[in-house]
């Protein structure tokens, strides 16, 4: 039952200061009879005991967060458009080899980016993958309604193959502008690139106007038609 029940991070947490009754209720209005059963049949300790023992859990999400945070793409953006949406339906090319692959380089990309993470230096992200770099930074900004302005940090790669190709081993992250620098210094050499920042809600891609974010969402949301 208690895995079943005990299973998010919030209910770890709770669990870690159950003799709190403000957590207590959190947790029963949460799962009801189940997890009355667990306080009934446990002692605060005994819950606190084996709670505590979970390490400190971290968690990101792929939305941005806030106007003024600046945009990263982590890992090296190539001259491959094999096996995109873009290649396909622009293109007309339906079967073409699948896009760049190393698990070396895709191992080395999440060990920084969990890093990254445990260390607090980022507050989204967002792998590039179906769609391409444009699709996910507009999937980042849906959320929270809010744009970006952002141009390419890699000139000598083909525009089309930047913007939409697929090649694989790159994330869209955000860091905020006071922890810019500590980003940049925990990089070392790995590979990233500074593409802009976060806004209210307008899109800017190179300069052009691209409207808001809000009418990108409702032609997102409306695109496979009912």
């Not at 999400?61 to 995109?84: A, H, P, Q, W």
Request: charge should be negative.
């Amino acid at each position: 039952q208690e895995a079943h029940v005990i299973w998010d991070v919030e209910d770890i947490k709770l669990c870690k200061s159950i003799d709190n009754e403000e957590n207590k209720k959190r947790l029963i209005d949460k799962h009801g009879s189940l997890m009355s059963n667990i306080i009934r049949s446990y002692k605060d300790e005994k819950i606190i005991e084996i709670y505590s023992a979970f390490p400190d859990l971290h968690f990101m999400t792929l939305d941005f967060k806030e106007e003024g945070d600046v945009i990263f793409l982590m890992g090296t953006s190539r001259s491959d458009i094999n096996s995109s949406e873009y290649l396909h339906k622009i293109c007309g090319v339906e079967y073409s080899p699948a896009p760049y692959f190393d698990l070396e380089e895709e191992y080395t990309l999440q060990k920084t980016l969990a890093a990254f993470i445990r260390k607090g230096l980022i507050r989204s992200a967002h792998d590039v993958s179906e769609g391409g770099l444009l699709t996910a930074l507009l999937e980042s900004g849906f959320h929270r309604g809010l744009g970006f302005q952002v141009r390419s940090g890699a000139p000598a790669v083909r525009r089309d193959a930047y913007w939409l190709g697929e090649s694989q081993s790159r994330v869209v992250v955000t860091v905020s502008a006071s922890s810019r620098k500590d980003f940049l210094a925990a990089l070392g050499g790995f590979p990233c690139e500074e593409l802009g920042s976060v806004t209210s809600g307008k899109v800017e891609v190179e300069g052009s106007d691209w409207g808001i974010i809000a009418a990108w969402k409702e032609r997102y949301d409306g695109a496979i038609g009912g």
